[in-house]
């Protein structure tokens, strides 16, 4: 039976925004089914003021907060794999640090995973930049559990921030890796469905995810597209890509990564997402 006793997973590292922090948290602590547990990973030293806002919040919410912490910088991947470790309840809720939940967002999932037996639940997210009310696009992922199965050859099937999981089940895959950079979220999912986790991506969009030029910048590039190659050639090795999936998953985004932002920025927030509804 699911539980509605869930550990909320964030990581944490010294450029982030303190502002946007708080919203965050706040976003969760807040939820209609409020958190059990809220796990911060420190990934490496802090700056004074993200310390003081989670220094703050400890002692807002006695006993709630559960920190991992040391020293250096290790990435997503290393902070996510030990946050996973330190979380004390069956269901983990993922979210980053710059985005915002809506208050029912684990209410419906919670409520999607008892009733469709899910290890993993996901929604669609509305991408905004700087305020809230400045909504740019939302996405259009594969809601049921087979089209998610066959997106997941050529595309990423679900976003980070919403998603939730069953612990056991993330550990029964291997839990999260350091091996594919900027790809750790998507790695992992590929995992969990290959093992026969059952998923779901719930229609109506639960987080609020912050993107500005710096997002599309960060998909492009020599750098980001050997990463991209690395990740998905063992896809191809490990059986779950074929070679055909590869190519058709690597080549299109090859012709991405290259173009300029510019052209970038336009192809994701025009094509390769939906306008909200007004």
């Known amino acids: 039976m699911i539980t509605n006793a869930y550990s909320v997973l964030m990581s944490v590292y010294a450029k982030e925004n303190p502002e946007w922090l708080r919203e965050s948290m706040d976003s969760m602590l807040v939820q209609t089914t409020p958190p059990a547990e809220m796990v911060v990973v420190k990934d490496g030293a802090l700056s004074r003021a993200l310390e003081e806002v989670l220094d703050e919040y400890s002692e807002m919410y006695p006993g709630l907060f559960n920190f991992v912490a040391y020293s250096e910088n290790r990435g997503l991947g290393y902070a996510l794999h030990e946050g996973v470790l330190a979380c004390r309840n069956p269901i983990i809720a993922r979210m980053d640090t710059d985005d915002i939940a809506v208050p029912e967002r684990m209410e419906m999932q919670l409520r999607a995973m008892r009733e469709y037996d899910l290890d993993m639940v996901g929604s669609q997210v509305i991408e905004f930049d700087g305020e809230l009310g400045t909504c740019l696009t939302i996405t259009d992922l594969p809601e049921e559990h087979e089209e998610i199965l066959k997106y997941s050859k050529r595309r990423n099937p679900f976003r980070h921030p919403p998603i939730t999981f069953k612990r056991a089940a993330v550990l029964a895959a291997g839990n999260y890796s350091s091996d594919f950079l900027y790809f750790e979220d998507w790695d992992l999912f590929n995992r969990m469905l290959s093992v026969g986790c059952k ?80």
């Open 199 to 278: 998923s779901k991506n719930l229609h109506d969009p639960l987080v609020y995810m912050r993107v500005n030029g710096d997002f599309y910048a960060r998909r492009g590039g020599m750098r980001y597209l050997a990463h991209a190659y690395r990740f998905k050639k063992a896809q191809l090795e490990r059986g779950w890509f074929t070679l055909r999936d590869f190519c058709l998953s690597f080549t299109p985004q090859a012709v991405v990564c290259l173009m300029p932002n510019s052209i970038r920025s336009y192809l994701y927030t025009n094509y390769l997402r939906k306008a909200p509804d007004k």
